[in-house]
């Protein structure tokens, strides 16, 4: 069956440019989570959500990012602004509820920014 | 201090060896454990889950937690060049931040023939 998606695989933008990543999780999954992952470190928490809301949105950088969720299904992270220090892999995952352990990963977006 | 610690390695091992895999938490209010595995260009995924303290087998795999010590550890026994991928170490808690995981570093292991 189809597994969580997520485009681009890869970007490069320019410093100072908006981005937007997409991610499509597993039809029927009401969860759906964005972590960041730099070079060397572990995986880093930004948001989740439950269906379109977004209880935990402490994990967020700076306010240059953001995320929404529409129709209980598809999201978009975007960084405004994109500085350096932004490039990372970008990683989304879904899991069937909220507190479901098991987190379905997709395969991430890497950003550069150049 | 990170609420996760683990080390980064790198590991590397010859087939056939066991692995032991460590982690350790500062938080005492994790609950859930968990061991996932991430290849090269790939996202994580799932390989072991353990709820409060105790130990749970899957195959060659072996999972330990002791919550009293803030120490989980995963054991590969009979290892193969396919395990050769980075291990990562998460865990979570009920209450406000249920849903969130929170990951170690990962550690990198190769297993060579």
């Known amino acids: 069956g189809a597994g969580v998606s997520q485009s681009p695989s890869n970007k490069v933008t320019e410093k100072g440019k908006d981005v937007e990543l997409r991610c499509d999780p597993i039809?029927?999954?009401?969860?759906l989570y964005w972590y960041r992952q730099s070079l060397g470190q572990g995986l880093e928490f930004l948001i989740y959500?439950?269906?379109?809301?977004?209880?935990?949105k402490s994990g967020l950088p700076s306010d240059r990012f953001s995320a929404e969720r529409t129709g209980g299904s598809v999201s978009t992270l975007t960084i405004q602004r994109t500085q350096q220090e932004d490039s990372a892999v970008y990683l989304c995952?879904?899991?069937?509820?909220?507190?479901?352990?098991?987190?379905?990963f997709g395969p991430g977006t890497r950003l550069t920014v150049t | 201090q990170k609420e996760v610690e683990q080390d980064p390695g790198p590991l590397s091992v010859p087939e056939g060896a066991i692995v032991s895999l460590n982690c350790t938490y500062s938080?005492?209010?994790?609950?859930?454990f968990m061991w996932y595995r991430q290849y090269s260009r790939k996202g994580p995924e799932l390989l072991m889950y353990?709820?409060?303290?105790g130990n749970k087998e899957d195959g060659r795999f072996t999972a330990q937690v002791d919550k009293s010590s803030k120490y989980i550890s995963l054991f590969i026994r009979d290892s193969q060049p396919s395990d050769s991928a980075t291990y990562l170490c998460?865990?979570?808690?009920?209450?406000?931040?249920?849903?969130?995981?929170?990951f170690g570093r990962g550690t990198q292991l190769t297993v060579w023939p």
């Open positions: 995952a879904s899991s069937l509820t909220i507190g479901a352990y098991e987190q379905y």
């Open positions: 959500f439950q269906g379109n809301s977004a209880p935990d």
């Open positions: 353990t709820y409060s303290s």
């Open positions: 998460a865990m979570s808690a009920r209450g406000s931040t249920l849903g969130r995981l929170y």
């Open positions: 039809s029927g999954h009401t969860a």
């Open positions: 938080n005492s209010a994790f609950q859930y």
